[in-house]
């Protein structure tokens, strides 16, 4: 989960504050030394609540979803496509025509800006302080997880230096 807990610290804007773990039924692929599924609950500074389901074994392939519910619209993820969006006046996406195209575009952007960030000589993505934020929110869901009551933990953080900010 440290890859959501990642992105979703950068889609909001925000600190994760509170984490907690679930553990539903579990499934009959798992590895016997994983709790599999899990679903990670998490709280952010501003009260918004992220739900991150992960299946380690899902048994039928490779599946990622992303959904942002807001006020007056969705936005998420289609099954192997492009981003949907869906609003008042439509609901509309791209279809790829290859598993490759779901995230081609965003990796050459990636490189694009890290290379232009390079030969400008400054700093692009990400940083030390996102990793160890994102860190910290993972020991705060594995004390969850240990404690297999689906208790809320606190994430503690280091006052943040001036020097990321």
């Not at 490759?100 to 694009?112: M, S």
């Not at 000589?121 to 969850?144: I, P």
């Amino acid at each position: 989960a440290i890859h959501e807990i990642d992105t979703c610290r950068w889609l909001t804007g925000e600190e994760i504050v509170n984490v907690r773990v679930d553990i539903p039924r579990s499934t009959s692929y798992k590895f016997e030394h994983l709790t599999d599924p899990i679903v990670v609950v998490m709280y952010t500074e501003s009260g918004i609540r992220i739900d991150d389901e992960v299946n380690v074994n899902i048994g039928y392939g490779y599946d990622i979803q992303c959904e942002a519910v807001m006020e007056q619209g969705t936005a998420y993820l289609g099954d192997q496509e492009k981003v949907y969006v869906r609003s008042s006046q439509e609901r509309a996406n791209a279809i790829c025509q290859s598993h490759i195209d779901r995230f081609h575009d965003a990796f050459n952007r990636e490189v694009q800006q890290w290379i232009n960030a390079a030969s400008e000589d400054r700093h692009t993505g990400s940083s030390s302080w996102d990793g160890y934020a994102a860190t910290c929110v993972v020991d705060a869901a594995l004390e969850s997880l240990e404690s297999r009551e689906s208790k809320l933990v606190s994430v503690e953080l280091i006052e943040q230096p001036e020097f990321y900010k």
